[in-house]
């Protein structure tokens, strides 16, 4: 089992900048804290961030960018990690399919933080399948081939 699931320099190849390449992972981690799924150690860590997230004055992004760009295992709590086992390789597919197929042009807002929040809070209680072809279903096909 890989340490991380997931990390910004996996993104930056196919963002306009660093600031477009985080907006998707920034988006989750987000909605992780306003769902309590970081471990005791990285809320201790980035506890003004979190709370900053809570109140709606900084973006997701920001906090991902502040924990050094990767969505690390060790940030998460149990419930945290055993949700993103089984969800965050479809993840990209689900914000693809609410935003379109360029996720790096959606815009980092609480507006658009708010479309994706309730599709992973349906997802993190089980009611969501996640899309069978998407951007990463697209991006995997051109990489094989």
């Known amino acids: ?84 086992d089984g969800f965050y390789a479809g993840y990209f597919d689900l914000f693809c399919a609410e935003f379109g197929d360029q996720p790096y042009l959606v815009k980092d807002s609480w507006d658009n933080y708010h479309r994706i929040a309730p599709i992973l809070t349906r997802a993190l209680l089980g009611k969501v399948k996640q899309p069978q072809s998407g951007f990463v279903s697209r991006l995997t096909r051109l990489f094989k081939g």
């Open 1 to 84: 089992m890989q340490p991380f699931f997931d990390d910004l320099d996996n993104h930056l190849p196919h963002a306009s900048d660093l600031a477009q390449a985080s907006v998707p992972m920034g988006m989750l981690l987000a909605w992780c804290a306003r769902m309590q799924l970081f471990s005791p150690a990285f809320l201790q860590e980035h506890e003004q961030l979190v709370l900053r997230i809570q109140v709606e004055e900084v973006l997701g992004s920001e906090l991902l960018i502040a924990a050094g760009g990767r969505l690390d295992r060790a940030f998460f709590n149990s419930r945290g990690q055993s949700f993103l």
